[in-house]
């Protein structure tokens, strides 16, 4: 089950909130997986928060420079990713593109790294050069145990 499951009723939300949240309850379960030495889950739930937090900063930020299919290009990762390079937000730095091989590796079947520390630290370097880190965890809704 996803991390957000139960907790987030986007039918309920704009679709700026349902991102942010998606990618902070995402941010969350990413970590605990992690924790739980449960790796490849833990990727691709950072991964998810990942591309949510770059797709909510372009949404309050920069859906103008989206252009003609705004709505299908903040759907398309490299859209967004090459937006936010373009705008300063992020650069086209190793760092993402370590990221993006770990998940590529993950998303193939091959083993995550044994040390998850980097991917980790990259990622929240990311988050907070995108502005969703650093929040409050204990404003977010209970997580459920039993999401895996």
């Known amino acids: 089950m996803s991390p957000h499951f139960?907790?987030?009723d986007e039918t309920k939300m704009s679709q700026e909130e349902a991102l942010l949240m998606r990618a902070k309850l995402h941010w969350r379960g990413g970590k605990r997986r992690?924790?739980?030495?449960?790796?490849?889950?833990?990727?691709v739930t950072l991964y998810d928060a990942?591309?949510?937090?770059?797709?909510?900063?372009?949404?309050t930020r920069h859906m103008k420079k989206l252009g003609t299919g705004a709505k299908e290009k903040l759907?398309?990762?490299?859209?967004?990713?090459?937006?936010?390079?373009q705008t300063g937000d992020l650069d086209d730095s190793a760092e993402l593109k370590a990221i993006e091989q770990t998940v590529n590796q993950t998303l193939q079947g091959e083993d995550a790294p044994a040390d998850l520390g980097c991917f980790m630290a990259q990622t929240?370097?990311?988050?907070?050069?995108l502005?969703?880190?650093?929040?409050?965890?204990s404003a977010l809704p209970p997580e459920d145990?039993?999401?895996y």
């Open 6 to 8: 139960g907790l987030l």
């Open 34 to 43: 992690i924790e739980e030495n449960k790796g490849p889950e833990g990727i």
């Open 50 to 59: 990942l591309l949510s937090a770059m797709r909510w900063h372009v949404l």
């Open 75 to 85: 759907e398309d990762d490299n859209a967004v990713i090459a937006l936010l390079i």
């Open 124 to 129: 929240e370097e990311i988050l907070t050069r």
């Open 131 to 137: 502005e969703l880190l650093p929040f409050d965890e």
């Open 145 to 147: 145990p039993e999401t």
